[in-house]
């Protein structure tokens, strides 16, 4: 069974930052293109970027410059380094395949809020 756990989250600053972690078990991580997604109050669940198994990075316009992406597989964990934080960053932070629909199993997420 497929288990995600994200950690990391917290409340900040704007212009602060944060790293995510988040680790998989259930799956062969190495694998998959992983990707972070986030979900405000009262908005749909949105992609905030990917990484890919050969580690290529892609963001959403959003957070592009501010936020990178980082893989271990020797510990099927993905990382998200996020920077100058915002508080339109504010929002629970899932992780999950690229592509992941509300089919797919998925972790409690971490809250980041981003306040002053």
């Known amino acids: 069974q497929v288990q995600l756990v994200e950690s990391g989250g917290g409340l900040v600053q704007p212009g602060g930052s944060l790293r995510l972690s988040c680790t998989a078990s259930g799956i062969m991580f190495s694998i998959y293109d992983m990707a972070w997604y986030r979900q405000a109050p009262g908005k749909l669940r949105e992609l905030v970027g990917f990484?890919?198994?050969?580690?290529?990075?892609r963001f959403a316009d959003s957070v592009k410059g501010r936020f990178t992406n980082s893989r271990d597989s020797a510990k099927n964990t993905v990382y998200l380094q996020m920077n100058n934080l915002k508080p339109e960053d504010t929002a629970v932070y899932y992780c999950?395949?690229?592509?992941?629909?509300?089919?797919?199993?998925w972790g409690q997420g971490t809250q980041v809020t981003v306040s002053s």
């Open positions: 999950n395949k690229v592509g992941a629909t509300r089919l797919d199993s």
């Open positions: 990484i890919t198994s050969g580690g290529t990075t």
